[in-house]
């Protein structure tokens, strides 16, 4: 009865299709959504959180509950833009639940230039990581949210100001706000 | 140099920034805390001209010396951020199974339907049918299924199929769907034994032509250009 030779992988069907075929129950489409979208709502999550274990909280529920939502959902959103926006909202509440003090281990110092060569090098990109992954923590979360989807993510503007819910010209002024922020924080880097 | 000195800064950047003969930036607001570089721009516009092409770089972005000291403000940032984008957020191997295993506990079957066997009362979840119903519309070449529901036809064992599916246009739609429906039948006989009696397909959507993934390092080597 199993003949997976005819049948064509669902790895190049785009968001949409699959959304709707999940909404009707087809866990395969919506195995390849949760594989498409990970990383970077992982992403997302551990740098609104600083812990590896509530982003991973905070995704899996988020995931689970666009499962339970996709017979509602209607496609008004892209679903990467509605996937984007329950993941938020799931760190936002997380947030309020808990403030985690800062893992002691994040903060590297900066690197001394006693070698020339690339462990040195490594060495000191790894601090500077770490200085911009502590700058960012320090940051307030509207600043952060826009940021994140900006610079890490890639998302364009208008998309952005769909999933905080905020005006465009809002998320340019966080964007920028946010840019000075770490730029000065990287500083000391210099 | 002037970016960096406080004293550089203005209190309150004047209403009107940018030169007169510079159209795109003639209505250009500034943002919270931004500053107006030495030729007028704001440092706000040559960041984002910079980072998010916005708007499109044009010759004074391209050859203006405090245009380009303000971007070059942001490297230190830009390498640090490039380096935090090519990491692998912690845990994200396992994510996807543990997703998948709750998601997998709570299957959505849907109706129950008619099997065309008259002897035995057999029946399959609508999800589980559906789903073969889709990798048979997904063989037929330029067609990808989206939805499809499934309902009983009248008193005995047939059913009702109705999908939606994106095709290409590379090709007239009679034909695709005339050859959806004929696959949707054969498979429903074949690998479920269900009587399929009606396939109401709607068109929903354009199928973009598949292009296959390039192999890396496949640039524009020939043919290129205008």
Redesign the interface.
Known sequence: ?E?PG???PEG???D??LA??A??????A??VL??RH??PL??L??YMLGS??D??EA??DA??SA??RL?EYRQAAEFRTWMYRITVNRCLNMRHRRSPPLPLDAVAEPATGDEAGSPARAAE?DA??A???CALREMDTGLRICWIL???QGLP?KEIAQVTRASEPTV??RL??A??L??EA??P?? | MALDDPNAQPSEPPRNPGRPDDPAFRDAVP????QVLPCGRLL?QA??QA??G?PAADAHATSCPHCREAVE??A??N???R???A??????R???D???S???A?????RLLPLADTVLDLRIA??AA??VM??AA??VPGT??????LAPAGEGTGVQVTM?L?AALDRPLPETVTQVRRSIIHAAGQ?LGMAVTTVDITVA?VLEP?APPAPAGSGPTTGGGA
């Open positions: 009865m003949q005819l049948t064509q190049d069907l785009p949409g299709l709707a075929r909404a009707e129950g087809d866990d395969d919506f195995a949760v594989r990970s990383r992982l992403g999550a551990y590896p274990q982003a991973e995704v899996q995931f689970v499962w339970r017979p990109e500077e990581v200085a911009l992954t900006r610079e890490l503007y340019r002024g920028f706000r840019r000075r770490l730029k990287m500083a880097w210099r | 943002l919270a805390g931004d706000s960041w984002e980072q998010d916005m403000g942001l230190r940032l390498v640090a951020t380096a935090l984008r990491k692998d957020p912690p845990g994200l396992a994510l996807a543990r997703v998948m709750i998601v997998r709570e299957v959505r079957l849907g609508e999800s559906a789903k889709r990798q997904d063989t990808r299924a989206a939805t499809c529901r939606t994106a690998a959507d598949f």
